[in-house]
C-alpha cells in the first residue's frame, strides 16, 4: 500500500517534533495577517504550480501563488485590522508531511465596524526546504442560520452587514432605568490546567465549560456579549436573575465536578450593577471594568458582587452574603466593597 506514513508507526519523538511544526503553522499565518506581511503570508505555502486556498464562498477557490497573492491582497485590503486568534489546534504528522486544523475567531475592522466571527483552517503540509509549507488550506466562516446553497458572504464590508442584522437588541437586556447587570466568569488556573491536560482534553473540557454557561445564561434571560476562550462576559437587565444565574452556575459545576473529579472545572464570578455604555452589541464603560476586576478578586468556586448588587438584591431574602471587605481594584480609584454570595 502507497501513500503517507502511518504517524503512529514513528517512534514518538520523532512524531512529536513533526506534529509540533504543523501545529506552529496556524500560529504563523495569525502573526503574518496581524503584521499585514504578505509576503510572509505566501512563504508559508508550498512553491508548486496546485498549491490551493479554499475560503468561505462557493466561488473563493484560489490556485498558484499569485492567484494567492490577489487573495491575502484584498482581505488586507478591505480591513484595517485583521486579526486571528486560534484557541484549538490539532495535528498529525510524519517527518515529510500531515495535516492540522484549528478553531478560533476572526477579527476585523472595516470602515469603523468592528466584526468578530469563528473561524475553522484545515490544511495540508509538507516539509519543502527545511520549512513546513501548505499545500492546501481551507479557511472558512462557519455562520448558523444559512439556507441550503447559501454561503456566508466573503467580503467583510457584507460580513459585518450580517453581523450587524444578527444582533440581538440590547434594551431587552437593561433595566427600565438604563442600567445593566455585567457577570464576569473566569476558569481558575485555565493556563496550568491546559498545559496539564493538553490540548485535546482541554477542548473538549472547555466545551463542556461553555455549553453549562450557555445553557444558564439563556435560561435566566442574559445576554452572552462575548466570551474569551475560558471566561464569558454576559449582561442582565435584572440583578437578582444575574445572580440566580451565577448561582445555578456553581451548583452545576460542582455537580459536574462530583462526577468527574480526576478533571475539575472551578470557576471565579464577578458581578457588578450600573449604567453602561452601549454600542452595537457590546458594552462599555467604567461599571465594565468594575465587574471585571471584581471577578478578578473571585478564587475558584467563589461569587463575588459589588455592595450595589448587595443592595438590590439583600431584600429579596433569595440569597446570603458574606462579610464585607474593602479591596483595591486594579485602575480603580479608592477602595471598593464586595461581598462573597453563598449558594452550597
Given at each position: 500500500?502507497t ?26 499565518l ?18 508548486i504550480?496546485?498549491?490551493?486556498w479554499?475560503g ?8 498558484g ?14 480591513s484595517?485590522?485583521?486579526l ?20 478560533g ?5 472595516v ?26 488550506a ?16 466573503t ?14 437588541d440590547?434594551?431587552q ?6 442600567t445593566v447587570?455585567?457577570l464576569?466568569?473566569d ?8 498545559e496539564?491536560?493538553g490540548?485535546?482534553?482541554w477542548m ?12 444558564l ?20 437587565g ?8 451565577a448561582i445555578e ?22 458581578l ?43 431584600s ?5 452574603f ?18 462573597g454570595?453563598?449558594?452550597?
Amino acid at each position: 500500500m502507497t501513500g503517507l506514513q502511518d504517524p503512529l508507526a514513528l517512534d514518538s519523538a520523532s512524531r512529536a517534533v513533526a506534529e509540533a511544526a504543523a501545529m506552529a503553522v496556524p500560529y504563523k499565518l495569525a502573526e503574518a495577517y496581524a503584521r499585514r506581511d504578505i509576503d510572509s503570508l505566501l512563504a508559508l505555502f508550498a512553491n508548486i504550480r496546485e498549491v490551493t486556498w479554499i475560503g468561505t464562498g462557493a466561488d473563493e477557490r484560489r490556485v498558484g501563488r499569485e492567484e494567492l497573492r490577489c487573495q491575502f491582497e484584498r482581505n488586507l485590503e478591505q480591513s484595517e485590522v485583521l486579526l486571528f486568534r486560534f484557541e484549538w489546534v490539532r495535528a498529525s504528522a510524519t517527518p515529510t508531511a500531515g495535516w492540522v486544523m484549528a478553531e478560533g475567531s476572526m477579527f476585523a475592522a472595516v470602515a469603523g465596524e468592528n466584526i468578530d466571527v469563528p473561524v475553522r483552517l484545515t490544511a495540508v503540509v509538507v516539509e519543502e526546504d527545511g520549512e513546513w509549507r501548505v499545500v492546501q488550506a481551507h479557511l472558512s466562516c462557519p455562520a448558523t442560520g444559512q439556507a441550503a446553497g447559501e454561503s456566508f458572504p466573503t467580503l467583510f464590508e457584507q460580513m459585518a452587514d450580517a453581523v450587524r442584522r444578527e444582533r440581538p437588541d440590547l434594551l431587552q437586556h437593561t433595566s427600565p432605568d438604563g442600567t445593566v447587570t455585567i457577570l464576569f466568569t473566569d476558569i481558575e488556573g485555565s493556563t496550568a490546567v491546559t498545559e496539564t491536560l493538553g490540548d485535546r482534553v482541554w477542548m473538549e473540557v472547555l466545551r463542556e465549560h461553555n455549553e453549562i454557561i450557555r445553557e444558564l445564561t439563556r435560561e435566566f434571560e442574559g445576554y452572552e456579549v462575548k466570551s474569551s476562550g475560558d471566561g464569558f462576559m454576559l449582561a442582565f437587565g435584572s440583578a437578582r436573575r444575574a445572580l440566580l444565574c451565577a448561582i445555578e452556575m456553581q451548583r452545576a459545576f460542582a455537580r459536574r465536578n462530583a462526577l468527574k473529579p480526576e478533571v475539575t472545572i472551578r470557576i471565579c464570578i464577578g458581578l457588578h450593577t450600573g449604567e453602561a455604555i452601549r454600542e452595537a452589541d457590546d458594552f462599555f464603560g467604567k461599571n465594565v471594568i468594575l465587574a471585571a476586576r471584581i471577578a478578578d478578586m473571585a478564587q475558584g468556586d467563589e461569587i463575588l458582587v459589588s455592595s450595589l448588587v448587595r443592595a438590590l438584591t439583600e431584600s429579596t431574602g433569595d440569597f446570603r452574603f458574606g462579610e464585607e471587605r474593602r479591596v483595591e481594584l486594579k485602575g480603580l480609584q479608592g477602595l471598593h466593597r464586595v461581598y462573597g454570595v453563598t449558594w452550597n
